[in-house]
């Protein structure tokens, strides 16, 4: 069996995301090192905070190190945050969830809570404690120099986290 040409999935874009997406791991890491650097330059602000979400597979570390090792270049630290270590640990969220998974690895059922139920919430308060101090030090004298904190990895554009960004 064939499949026609509707069975591509090509979504509707917006306009005016077109320079914030790209594709594929040197461009990411390119258009990551290109926006902090613009943001730190572009005010009084030493910091900057970015968000990097996407799905569970996408490989962050590669893209992250690149950014990294470009911004380093230019004088701008890096501040890495890897959302993965904030959900709960593997035996709570399979004991959690062992009435949603299936036998069968590629079917199961919806699971009927929220993202904020898999995430270990203390954590993510200290998480948001330090996202505040990195967000308030707006000053020359806060920093030795600047800094780009990239907050990467499944759930990182949530909606408790989107205050800091």
């Not at 910091?47 to 701008?76: K, P, Q, R, Y």
């Not at 993965?84 to 699971?111: C, H, Q, T, W």
Request: glycine fraction near 6%; include cysteine.
């Amino acid at each position: 069996m064939e499949l026609g040409g509707d069975a591509i999935n090509r979504p509707e874009v917006p306009t005016k995301w077109g320079k914030s997406q790209t594709n594929g791991s040197k461009a990411a890491s390119r258009l990551l090192s290109t926006l902090a650097r613009q943001q730190v330059a572009s005010s009084r602000s030493r910091s900057c905070l970015i968000a990097v979400d996407g799905f569970l597979g996408s490989v962050w570390d590669s893209i992250i190190s690149d950014a990294e090792e470009t911004l380093d270049n230019s004088s701008v630290k890096c501040v890495t945050v890897d959302m993965g270590s904030y959900f709960k640990p593997n035996e709570e969220l399979e004991r959690m969830l062992v009435s949603v998974l299936a036998s069968d690895k590629f079917f199961g059922r919806i699971f009927d809570g929220d993202l904020e139920d898999l995430l270990d919430l203390d954590r993510i308060r200290s998480l948001r404690r330090q996202l505040d101090e990195y967000r308030k030090k707006k000053t020359v004298s806060d920093y030795s120099s600047r800094v780009a904190v990239f907050c990467h990895g499944f759930g990182a554009r949530a909606l408790f986290l989107t205050y800091f960004y």
